[in-house]
């Protein structure tokens, strides 16, 4: 792997004259600024989290509501009906104690009415009526939905909503019973089914509803209750981290480049491009600049996948896989005819612009003088493997030394770029060449995409791009 060259920020040797210290400025600094980055980043998290958590109010209004409750109340009328002095029999008498009082009740009210409009939205957000009415010019919408829509108007329209303010407002997924159940199951395999083996189907659901169906039931509204999803995380263990089958094919899907648009043929320039979009759209999403997704408008869908989008790869195990997300990363790696190169992409603090990273990619494209090292070439094989043998090779192979050190700096990328040694094309007439496109997104050559990853670029020798992705996250 082509490793960038070590820096050392401080050393010191003891001679017979004494110690000598010495220290490299540049390298402390950008100790320093990477230091403030990750505080800055925090931070920011922080204040997030907190704006998101009392949607659809602002802090502005708490500082509007203490104002005006300490305006009341020191103009001689109490609205809080004797709380105030309450709690001013519990602090320090005198004008510390008074304000404290005031601010209290200010911070108390406040807080009470957001969790009661937070939980109002949950119920208005928990109506399915709406999805059943008509739809286009001269539709006739039912009184009780146009109600329900002036009523979530005006409890979310107060401001402009983050990537997860909605996230606690979000109803839980309703929990249907076993009879529902049991119903909706025949109705879907009865195409699929003679009348015999149909029959046989209907008894044995019927044993299930009546026998252990209705303690698996229990459990599960125990779980309903505790949880505002309870398949989401089973459905994440049980249907894709333990299958053992090899993703490549088998779970991973890919997309392809907008086929009728050629921004650029050159495979550096476009690669910087893309590189730079998705770091913006990772800040996007960091910085929650991101508005929800609003069906009609109107109801929230849940933002959190977005989370996991950049950062993340699927660590194979022998029973069940894990996914490894990153709070940053400061990095991609790139793979280009059997190399894979370590690409940084931030700079004393800040993103490099799309012309630096295109001198970067140019600099591998040119690279014809290294070759790869023993194994590197196909060492990304190993992910398109079953995921039992490659969770025993990597932790056999992979555990400490040169080969932990070089696999981190892939599965710690922010996401795997690719350059391919093909052009990829798109012609009417020819629609072999679109499949050709498509299963080099899918699979490649089997050695050359990093399917763990939670998603892999891949870029033509002629600019065209596309992905493949792994399904989990």
């Known amino acids: ?30 100790i320093w600024l990477s230091g403030v980055r990750s505080w800055r980043k925090r931070l920011n998290r922080l204040m997030n989290n907190i704006r998101c958590g009392i949607y659809p109010a602002s802090m502005s209004s708490l500082v509007v509501s203490v104002g005006t409750l300490t305006s009341l ?67 006739n919408v039912s009184l009780f939905t146009r109600l329900w829509i002036l009523g979530v108007k005006f409890m979310s329209g107060w401001n402009k909503p983050m990537l997860y303010s909605f996230q606690g407002s979000l109803p839980s997924l309703p929990l249907p019973s076993v009879s529902d159940t049991m119903t909706r199951y025949l109705r879907s395999v009865r195409p699929l089914m003679d009348d015999e083996n149909f029959a046989r189907m209907e ?14 039931q229990r459990y599960l509204f125990l779980k309903s209750w505790w949880s505002t999803n309870y398949v989401s995380d089973w459905w994440e263990e049980f249907v894709y981290l333990r299958g053992r089958s090899p993703l490549m094919v088998n779970s991973n899907f890919y997309g392809l480049d907008a086929i009728l648009r050629y921004p650029t043929k050159s495979p550096a320039a476009r690669a910087a491009n893309v590189t730079y979009s998705c770091l913006m759209f990772r800040r996007a999403i960091e910085r929650q600049e991101l508005e929800p997704i609003m069906v009609q408008g109107l ?7 977005y989370e996991r989008v950049f950062n993340t790869n699927r660590i194979p195990g022998e029973e069940t896989d894990r996914i490894q997300h990153l709070g940053d990363s400061t ?12 690409v940084p992409f931030i700079y004393k603090g800040r993103t490099l612009k799309p012309s630096e ?55 710690k990328a922010a996401f ?47 600019g065209r791009m596309g992905f493949n992705s792994e399904h989990s996250w």
């Open 73 to 139: 109340y020191y103009g001689g009328y109490d609205p809080t009906l004797g709380f105030i002095p309450l709690l001013q029999s519990h602090l320090p008498s005198g004008g510390l104690g008074k304000g404290l009082s005031v601010s209290i009740a200010g911070i108390t009210i406040w807080s009470t009415t957001i969790f009661a409009v937070r939980n109002l939205l949950k119920l208005l957000f928990a109506y399915k009526g709406w999805m059943y009415e008509e739809r286009g010019k001269g539709r």
């Open 1 to 30: 792997m082509a490793e960038a060259h070590s820096a050392v920020a401080f050393s010191f040797s003891v001679t017979h004259e004494g110690v000598n210290a010495h220290f490299d400025r540049e390298v402390l600094n950008l």
């Open 357 to 411: 990273l295109q001198i970067q990619f140019q600099r591998i494209l040119d690279d014809e003088g290294t070759k790869p090292d023993n194994g590197e070439e196909k060492l990304a094989a190993l992910t398109a493997s079953d995921r039992t043998s490659w969770s025993k090779t990597r932790l056999q192979y992979f555990s400490k030394g040169i080969n932990r050190t070089s696999l981190d700096v892939i599965e």
């Open 299 to 305: 109801v929230p869908l849940c933002s959190w996948q």
């Open 203 to 216: 008894n044995l659901a019927q044993e299930f509803e009546n026998g252990i169906g209705r303690k698996l």
């Open 331 to 342: 990095h991609v790696a790139v793979y280009h005819r059997g190399k894979y190169y370590r």
């Open 416 to 462: 795997v770029l690719v350059f391919d040694d093909e052009e990829y094309h798109y012609d009417a007439d020819d629609p072999s060449k679109l499949n050709h496109f498509a299963r080099s997104m899918l699979h490649g050559k089997g050695y050359d995409r990093w399917f763990d990853k939670s998603f892999t670029v891949v870029i033509g020798k002629n």
